[in-house]
C-alpha cells in the first residue's frame, strides 16, 4: 500500500471505487475485523457549561488495521452500511459502550450514534432492549444520536421505531442539526429529547453574525419545544461565551476532551471553567 502523507488509510477510501478490486479487498477486510476484534470505542466528554464537568460521554467508533493503524469512522461506516455489515457492527458498538457505561458514576449518560440503516432496517428496539439487559445500564443513561437521513426514509416508519425507543426510557436525539434539509416540523413530529448543533455553525461563531443568530434561534426553538442543546466542535473559549450567552446548556470539543479509549477517560471538570 502505499501512503500520500495525509495517512495509509487514503488508499482504501471508497472514492477510491474506480479501482474495483481494491474496494473489495477493502470490504473484505472490513467483514473480517468483527471476529477479529478489530474495532474499538473512543469516548469524549460532553459537558454542562455552567460547571465544565462531563454530564454524558459519546461513543465514537474506529477500526484498528493491522497494517494502517486507526482509521476513522467516516471512511468505513458508508462501506459497513453498504454490504450489509452495519447491523451485527451496530449491535457490537451498543453492547460494548452500554457495558463500559454501566462502570462509570451514575449521573454520567452515555451517547451513542445509530446509521439510519440501523434504526429503519432492522430490529432495533429489540437490539437497544437486550443490551441495556445484558450490562445493567438504565435506560435514562442512554442517548441514541440520529441524523436528519434517517426522517427521510420514506418507505419505513422511523416515527414507530423512535417511539418504540423512546417507550423503552431512552432518550433519542437529532445529531448534526442543521446540515441537512430538516425541516422544523420534524422537531415537533419525533419524539427528540435534545438536539446536537453541527460544528460548522459553531466554528464561525465568532467570526460570523448569522451562525450566532442561528444557533441563538435554534437553542430558543428547542427550549420551547422541551428539548436542551448541546454545541459540537467547541474549541475555544470565545465560543463558550457566545454559547452560554445563547442559552445552550452543553457542549462538546477538543476544548473539553478529545476522544479516548474508555481506561484513559477522566470525570473531572476537563478544562478551567473561564467565566
Ligand atoms: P459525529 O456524531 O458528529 O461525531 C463528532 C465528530 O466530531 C467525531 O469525529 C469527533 O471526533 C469530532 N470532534 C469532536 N470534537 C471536535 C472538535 O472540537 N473539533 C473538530 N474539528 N472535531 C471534533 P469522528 O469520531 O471521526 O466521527 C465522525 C462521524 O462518524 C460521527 O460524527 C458519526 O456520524 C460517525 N460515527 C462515529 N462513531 C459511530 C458509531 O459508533 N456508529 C455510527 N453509526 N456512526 C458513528
Ligand atoms: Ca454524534
Ligand atoms: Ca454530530
Ligand atoms: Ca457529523
Redesign the pocket.
Known sequence: AKTDGRGCYRFFAPAMDTDVRLQRAFELQLREALPRREFE??Y?PIVDLSTCRPCAV????RWRHPEHGLI???KF?PVAEEIGL?GPL?EW?LATACRTAAEWPSDIRLA????AK?VVGGDLVEVVRRALADTGLPAGRLEL?I?ESVLLQKDHDSLAVLHGLTALGVHVVL??FGTGYSSLSYLQLFPFSKIKID?TFVAELTTRADCAAIVSSVTTLARALAMSTTA????TWDQVALLRAAGCREA????FG??VPAAALSFEPTAACAP
Not at 459519546?58 to 467508533?61: D, I, K
Not at 451513542?112 to 446509521?115: D, H, I
Not at 459540537?232 to 474549541?235: A, M, N, Y
Open positions: 470505542l473512543h469524549q459519546e461513543a465514537l467508533v476513522p469512522p467516516d461506516i452495519i451496530g458498538i451513542v450514534n445509530l446509521s440501523q444520536e441524523t445529531d448534526d460544528r459540537e466542535g467547541v474549541e462538546q470539543g477538543w476544548l478529545r476522544p
